[in-house]
């Protein structure tokens, strides 16, 4: 469990990029951190590790104050994907730069191997292990910097944007792999990204910072259910929810609820579309049928 108490830091002294943050991430939480660009969300996470020390206020991990731990200590517990992945790797060639953290933790060369091999397998990279860093495109980096963290299987894992430069599919399979781990093995996860679409699909809560401070956190569905507020954070609803808005404004359809997925949507539209049958006996819900939710990703 990771834990903030009115943090506040500045880069220079007197501009704040942080302004006094409370936020908690609980055991096992998926949580996606928006808000514009420089509002503060890798400053944030860069304090969630220690990499960054607070000007003012607290940052605790299990209960303990982060600066009694070693460096060490922390980077085992709490995994980060940086933003920009050539800030991340320094090995000669990916094989070399995904053990490294786990050849720092002692395993056994063949042990080394083993889960070089599994967690490049996971992340797509699979034909990757022998390339030299320098020759990889942007995304496989990105994978490889992903890999790299999964390889030390940390209880929490801060993600500033790991989904950036990443192919649709990618997007998606690194997406439904950190879900996995999250509802499997209970790693906590942390998540910055400007991907609204992403958000209610896989966080179980959403923090959105504008100018160094949290302005609101709470469930997807209660968050975006707030459209004024996410149109002063300078972000958008998912593509689905304003159709949705405008349908209601500009048609007046009667939706029950914003929907935010795919399978939401689908459900609302079908319920409408039955109600609607009935009333005008044209007979549509004897074709249509309330569905399962579609798998979005
Ligand atoms: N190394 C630095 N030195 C001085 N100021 C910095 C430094 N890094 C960030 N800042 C400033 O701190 C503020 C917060 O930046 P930060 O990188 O945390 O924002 P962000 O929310 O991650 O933005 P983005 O969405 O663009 O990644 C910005 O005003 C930025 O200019
Ligand atoms: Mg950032």
């Known amino acids: 469990m990771i834990k903030t108490e009115a943090l506040s830091f500045s880069y220079d002294g007197c501009t704040p990029a942080l302004r006094e943050i409370n936020l908690e991430l609980r055991d096992g939480e998926f949580l996606a951190l928006l808000g514009a660009n420089g509002c503060g969300k890798t400053t944030l996470l ?29 980077f085992k517990q709490v995994g980060m994907v940086f933003q920009d992945p050539n800030d991340q790797l320094f090995g000669a060639t990916v094989r070399q730069d995904v053990a490294f953290g786990v050849v720092n933790m002692g395993l056994k060369p063949d042990e080394v191997a083993r889960t070089t091999d599994e967690v490049l397998q996971l992340v797509g990279g699979a034909g990757l292990p022998d390339k030299a860093i320098h020759t990889l495109s942007f995304g496989q980096k990105r994978r490889v910097a992903i890999a790299g963290v999964l390889a030390m299987a940390p209880k929490t894992i801060l993600l500033d944007e790991p989904t950036s430069s990443l192919d649709p599919r990618g997007v998606s399979s ?9 509802k499997e093995s209970g790693t906590a996860m942390i998540m910055a990204t400007h991907d609204v679409e992403l958000v209610p699909l896989f ?11 949290i302005i609101t956190e709470g469930p997807p569905g209660k968050v975006f259910a707030d459209i004024d507020m996410i149109r002063k954070a300078e972000l958008r609803l998912p593509r689905l929810a304003h159709l949705v808005e405008v349908l209601q404004k500009e048609d007046g359809l009667p939706f029950m609820s914003t929907p935010l997925t795919i399978g939401q949507a689908r459900r609302e539209l079908l319920s409408l579309l039955e109600s609607r049958s009935y009333q005008k006996a044209e007979g549509i819900s004897s074709h249509v049928r309330i569905g399962e939710p579609a798998d979005d990703t």
């Open 46 to 74: 860069k304090h969630l590790n220690g990499l960054l020390k607070p000007s003012s206020g607290r940052v605790f991990l299990n209960g303990k104050e982060l600066r009694s731990y070693k460096d060490e200590e922390i």
């Open 203 to 213: 966080s179980d809560r959403v923090v959105i910072m504008s100018n160094g401070r």
């Open 174 to 182: 690194i997406m439904r792999l950190l879900r996995k781990l999250n």
